[in-house]
């Protein structure tokens, strides 16, 4: 990949990002940049830029497979299953369609999983005055 190619990721990335995320990038390099210099640019530039900004795939979608990854994968992806239930929030995913992707997941990820995740949307609704 040339440097131009990764220029061109991180500005996608931080456009994308600042949309449905606003101060993500400040919030990460504050976290992890002191313990791993440029952490913020990479996360940034390769997830929104590099992942999240393709074509094929509309962003809704992108998210709400992203929160169907996260319930899979349990309850110790709980803080970034709830940022990514917001930020589908925040690009148009009503609860409902949350709720339901969530649901299915009981088939690959087992009843526990779904009902962590189904908590942890449902804290994100709160959150956000969101009712059922």
Known sequence: ???????????RGRALSEEV???LEAALAKRYDPWLPGFSEWQVG???GGVYARDGL????????T??????????????????????LSIGANAREIMEVIHQMV????????????NAAIEVFEEEGVSP
Not at 76 to 82: A, E, H, I, N, S
Not at 110 to 116: L, S, T
């Open 58 to 65: 509309d962003y809704k979608t992108r998210q709400l497979a």
């Open 21 to 23: 995320m606003p101060g």
């Open 107 to 118: 088939l690959y990820g087992g009843f526990p999983a779904m009902i962590n995740a189904l």
């Open 67 to 88: 929160v169907a990854a996260l319930a899979v994968l349990g309850g110790q992806t709980r803080p970034q299953l709830k940022v990514h239930v917001k930020a589908a």
């Open 1 to 11: 990949m040339s440097l131009a190619d990764q220029t061109s990721d991180l500005e």
């Open 46 to 48: 390769t997830v929104y």
